[in-house]
């Protein structure tokens, strides 16, 4: 697990990184490409950010995560975004910033059952 | 630039250099800090921090060095101005930067019209090759 960034953790086919608050850009580029050599390493086809630490999502931020899961897609992998507060999702919407790439859930147990249900449609290989 | 007569003054302020990208995170911290001591509600406050966000990123990344002014605005209600002083390379087409006419690799052309949304007042004052003032107003909403 890489060091001194944002934790990922792994859930089964599904990798899981939570976001804490006041992330230096260095940390936010790190993070990008943590998730996606972590992918790589466990084979993971699933990603979930977790920001409900988040009190404000700036366009830097919410681009990053766009590209993310942009990212992550290309590798296979779908990415749900968690635990968005009302205020930064009124943020957004009024500064205009449409996130692509991703989807959401407002909790941590729906991403994970989003995540979960991929599964059972077969779509998933065996675990290495 | 002149500010409606009920807009209140400028009780206390502070001043933070942009200089580094860290100050961009400074400038943030303090702006919360404040919505948290004067209480504004998730989405003013949510709104401000983010707005503080664009526009010292926009410093940084534009000119790297500037000054951002925080006050807390003191009238009929409670605000927060923030204004953000740099002498970049000032905003050669500042229409199409308001109407979001950049690209959106572009930060600068999503930030501006996105950040003008955010907030009650929007100043702004540029010219290319002396520099950009930026000045935002909100106030607290009580329901």
Do not use: C
């Given at each position: 697990m890489p060091s001194g960034g944002i934790p990922i953790l792994r859930i089964g086919h599904t990798l899981l990184a939570t976001i804490q608050l006041d992330l230096h850009d260095t940390v936010v580029d790190a993070f990008q490409s943590d998730v996606l050599e972590e992918m790589e390493r466990t084979g993971a086809d699933g990603l979930i950010i977790d920001?409900?630490?988040?009190e404000s999502v700036d366009s830097y931020v919410a681009r990053m995560l766009s590209n993310t899961g942009k990212m992550a897609k290309l590798m296979g992998a779908e990415t749900v975004i968690v635990g968005m507060r009302p205020a930064v999702a009124a943020t957004l919407v009024r500064m205009g910033y449409f996130m692509t790439g991703i989807r959401t859930a407002l909790s941590l147990e729906e991403g994970l059952e989003i995540q979960a249900s991929r599964s059972k449609d077969g779509r998933r290989s065996e675990i290495p | 630039m002149s500010f409606s007569a009920n807009s209140g003054v400028v009780a206390e302020s502070w001043e933070i250099r942009i200089e580094k990208e860290a100050d961009i995170i400074a400038v943030r911290q303090l702006v919360r800090e404040l919505t948290r001591e004067h209480k504004f509600d998730q989405f003013v406050a949510a709104a401000l921090t983010t707005a503080a966000s664009e526009l010292s990123r926009n410093v940084w990344v534009h000119a790297k060095s500037g000054v951002a002014r925080i006050g807390v605005l003191r009238g009929e209600r409670i605000g927060l101005e923030l204004s953000f002083v740099d002498k970049g390379?000032?905003?050669?087409d500042l229409q199409k930067a308001l109407a979001g006419g950049y690209s959106t690799a572009n930060s600068l052309g999503l930030g501006l019209s996105g950040t003008k949304r955010l907030v009650d007042e929007f100043h702004i004052e540029t010219e290319t090759g002396l520099g950009t003032t930026i000045v935002i107003r909100k106030w607290k909403k009580d329901f």
């Amino acid at each position: 697990m890489p060091s001194g960034g944002i934790p990922i953790l792994r859930i089964g086919h599904t990798l899981l990184a939570t976001i804490q608050l006041d992330l230096h850009d260095t940390v936010v580029d790190a993070f990008q490409s943590d998730v996606l050599e972590e992918m790589e390493r466990t084979g993971a086809d699933g990603l979930i950010i977790d920001i409900s630490a988040l009190e404000s999502v700036d366009s830097y931020v919410a681009r990053m995560l766009s590209n993310t899961g942009k990212m992550a897609k290309l590798m296979g992998a779908e990415t749900v975004i968690v635990g968005m507060r009302p205020a930064v999702a009124a943020t957004l919407v009024r500064m205009g910033y449409f996130m692509t790439g991703i989807r959401t859930a407002l909790s941590l147990e729906e991403g994970l059952e989003i995540q979960a249900s991929r599964s059972k449609d077969g779509r998933r290989s065996e675990i290495p | 630039m002149s500010f409606s007569a009920n807009s209140g003054v400028v009780a206390e302020s502070w001043e933070i250099r942009i200089e580094k990208e860290a100050d961009i995170i400074a400038v943030r911290q303090l702006v919360r800090e404040l919505t948290r001591e004067h209480k504004f509600d998730q989405f003013v406050a949510a709104a401000l921090t983010t707005a503080a966000s664009e526009l010292s990123r926009n410093v940084w990344v534009h000119a790297k060095s500037g000054v951002a002014r925080i006050g807390v605005l003191r009238g009929e209600r409670i605000g927060l101005e923030l204004s953000f002083v740099d002498k970049g390379p000032g905003i050669a087409d500042l229409q199409k930067a308001l109407a979001g006419g950049y690209s959106t690799a572009n930060s600068l052309g999503l930030g501006l019209s996105g950040t003008k949304r955010l907030v009650d007042e929007f100043h702004i004052e540029t010219e290319t090759g002396l520099g950009t003032t930026i000045v935002i107003r909100k106030w607290k909403k009580d329901f």
